[in-house]
């Protein structure tokens, strides 16, 4: 395991040194293309070709984070179904509208009735394997003892050489381990539990008890019996949420209010037990626990048994809110990458402006030497000077009720035909530059959104508080389209589509620059039927924007 981080900050690294070479290459790709293509239309400036204004620096920040963080981890895990029977069922048994009241439920101590339902350790199980793959039971024997020895609780780790110890309990393995799990119950006593780990495939994590003593395992001890996989990903699991699910599950009684015997605490003293019986004819006297020490112990163990199912619920929650946010961010890697390829044109300098053209972008209002908040602006040969007046003195109107743009961050805006890109306005991190259509100018605050998302808030819609709302528009979007659906989950698309009621109706920005109608969208509705979303929306706005 410590070999595959290395190798995968190595190759992050070397990805940081390649990245402002591979960037250019791609942009001068994208823009011979176009100039092959359409050797006739929009003539670039030749001395255009590098990217002047890339603020990508935030992203590739938080890129690199993703790369260390999921290092390993399978690309189906980020589309999984994390819960599967063993919870949908439990969930519908018991009328439970989400994890939380669940997770509730399984941490109360009438354990007896909840053993039968909430299924602790395949959940656990469950979790571990989708995070990991069938080759993590092919990991050398060094790094898997490096593993088992670095699991919570772990005071020894030995190899398996007992045949019929190993038939027993994973029949198929060709390895296994056999690692010792110790800690200390609320009363104080010490208690070991045993856990075999072998390289057969195996998610569910049994438990069961001995009743004869073994070489190294003492009467009536307990095993846990799981798989090399299992422990890989619950290491992962470890380094996502700061939990290791394995090792709790282990240390969890096998048999409930049953498992009260010695055989899993190696420090039973005189005090604890009691004689039951005695053979006239030997001597000999029988003992056993005294009757408050076997009734302490159940309760115990009965709390225990709760802990651990909440803890396997709890660990469902916190990877699903994991699995949310790498999909967020690979979504919104896709975003980043498709708006860093797109055509040149509508981002590069135009060759050949007249006149006119040249004297309304040198006396633009809104550019930054004269007072405004763009770096600089650009317009087509085809923009009308009036119509041009009539934008920028929207423009200035809403100046004082959008967010401000940071010094040193100034995006560039130009103002032109779209028709390629089939939008009415394009933002591009990249280049940072806000582009809108010529003919149109209703796209503005959308694409303002997202420079204040992607630039000026490095990349807000990937926090932790917008996720929760991400998660809630998610479900509530009604979108058939699978590519459609896809993009609208963009948390950026999600971001922007919200600031754009955000700013029509707590901001007052209502001219041309927003377009309120297109509120009744079906990809607008998880936030204008939802006001309790929207709500909490707005709130998250009102922070992110008062910072």
Known sequence: MTAQMTDAQR???????????????????????????NPAEDEIAENDHEIKYSFLADFEAIEDQFNA?????PTRFFNADLRGRPVDSVMSYYKCDDLEELSDLAGEHDGRRLKKYIDHRLISGRLCHAVSAPAD???????AEELLHDLPGATNVKRVDDPQLMYSY????NR?????LSDVNGDGEEVERLMLVSDAGNNKMSATTLHSARDGIRADQQITHTDLRSV????????LTGDNILAAQAMAPATGIRSVNKGDYPNDGEDHMEVFAIDHRSGKQYTRLKDEVTGRRRQLHLDHEAQAKSAAIDALIAVEDKQLAGRNFKAQQKYVKDQRGSIATAFDDKKNPDQTRQDMMENSKVVAANGGSFSKVEYDNDVDPAEAADFENAIQEVSDKLPPVPSGRQPDLRVRYLGKHRAKGIYSPS???????????????????????LTAKGNASLTDEFRSISNSYSSALKESDPKRRGYLNTPTEQFARGFEMYAHERLGVNNRLVNPENFQGNDYAPYAKNPELKEKLFNFFDKTFAQ
């Open 11 to 37: 190759r992050q690294n070397a990805n940081r040194d390649k990245r402002g070479k591979y960037q250019e290459k791609e942009h001068s790709e994208a823009e011979a293309t176009l100039l092959v293509a």
């Open 69 to 73: 963080d999921f290092d390993g981890v």
């Open 137 to 143: 039971n092919k990991i050398d024997d060094e790094q």
């Open 170 to 173: 994973a029949k198929n393995a």
């Open 176 to 180: 296994g381990w056999l690692v010792t």
């Open 232 to 239: 890989v990903g619950a290491k992962r699991i470890e380094n």
């Open 431 to 453: 280049h940072n530059t806000v582009a809108v259509d010529v003919r149109t100018s209703e796209a503005y605050v959308h694409e303002m959104a997202h420079f204040y998302d």
